[in-house]
């Protein structure tokens, strides 16, 4: 969408209820989203220059944050996927994805974070990328002697 935020953006304690379309914006402060619910979130190829911050918010569908920068801060803290207010059937009719945040070729400069990157859980920061973490692979049940 190509739209800039200059000053600090707050989102507080607000329902997104349809689809939050935000390609391309550039956050240059910070962006903070605090008890937020989304049933789908495009943030694709944003920026964040002053960091991003998901407290205590809900994802009720994808949240697509691809190919997003990440500078002086990423924090998703207490954060939720909660698919309990739309059954699977509802979201199919919808054409929405089930819950997930994909962070798929986003980036955090590390060098200007002013504190460690919480992530979602599945995701890791393996130097400046933002990759989804290594699942161990499970254990046989089956004991070969």
Not at 40 to 51: H, M, N, Y
Not at 53 to 62: D, E, P
Not at 70 to 95: H, N, P, W
């Amino acid at each position: 969408m190509g739209a800039t935020f200059h000053d600090e953006a707050w989102f507080f304690d607000t329902s997104f209820d349809i689809v939050v379309r935000m390609e391309g914006v550039a956050f240059r402060d910070r962006a903070i989203f605090t008890r937020c619910e989304f049933r789908k979130l495009c943030l694709k190829d944003a920026s964040f220059a002053g960091g991003a911050y998901f407290t205590q918010s809900k994802f009720a569908g994808k949240a697509d944050m691809s190919q997003t920068t990440f500078k002086s801060g990423i924090e998703f803290e207490a954060c939720v996927l909660d698919m309990d207010r739309y059954t699977a059937e509802e979201m199919q009719k919808r054409g929405w994805e089930p819950p997930e945040i994909d962070l798929t070729g986003a980036t955090a400069d590390v060098a200007s974070l002013n504190e460690p990157a919480k992530l979602p859980s599945g995701w890791q920061l393996k130097g400046s990328d933002i990759v989804r973490a290594a699942t161990p692979e499970p254990k046989s049940s089956v004991v070969r002697r």
